[in-house]
């Protein structure tokens, strides 16, 4: 099956998103022939870091209001500390992103990133992956934590940190190659 054309949503906060964990995953979606779509709570701009300190700065394609999971194939959660802590408390993002799970589609979210999950309460019963610090919230939400460099539960990807972005990359590209 190819991927060309199909869509692809990386929904973070307008501010914080780690930028590795967002331009990797971005450049291997369009490798693979796939258009990128960035959504954010508010449209104009996205502010990426590198740790503690600013990067770069990216066009918001979507306000997350105006985005419905229906015209997208899969959904990318970068991580960064601020960016899912943010995304956790603005509730159209979470309707989102439970939106998504529910229909089935295929989610690839890494290091931080599960936080918007875990507040989506869609971990229960799945195992997943995520940097060390989420491994409590992932239990309490009724997940299983494992520290993997790259994990693959049905149609979720998840993966621990950037170092681990070339395992995540290829394997949220396998899952939507199968959509």
């Known amino acids: 099956m190819s991927t060309d054309g199909k869509k692809v949503a990386f929904l973070v906060a307008n501010e914080g998103v780690e930028e590795v964990e967002l331009t990797s995953p971005w450049r291997a979606v369009q490798e693979a022939g796939a258009v990128p779509f960035l959504l954010a709570p508010a449209g104009g701009r996205a502010q990426a870091m590198a740790h503690l300190d600013k990067a770069g700065s990216y066009d918001v394609d979507l306000p997350v209001l105006d985005a419905d999971p229906a015209d997208f194939d899969l959904l990318v959660l970068p991580g960064g500390v601020a960016n899912p802590d943010q995304l956790r408390t603005d509730r159209p993002s979470v309707q989102f992103v439970r939106d998504f799970v529910s229909a089935g589609k295929p989610v690839a ?14 971990v229960r019963g799945r195992t997943l992956t995520s940097w060390p610090s989420l491994q409590t919230d992932v239990r309490n939400a009724g997940g299983s934590w494992v520290d993997e460099e790259v994990h693959v539960d049905g ?10 972005l070339p395992a995540f990359c290829d394997a949220l590209v396998a899952q939507l190659d199968r959509t």
């Open 109 to 122: 979210a890494i290091c931080h990133g599960p936080w918007t999950l875990v507040e989506a309460d869609v």
């Open 155 to 164: 149609t979720l990807v998840t993966s621990r940190k950037p170092d681990d």
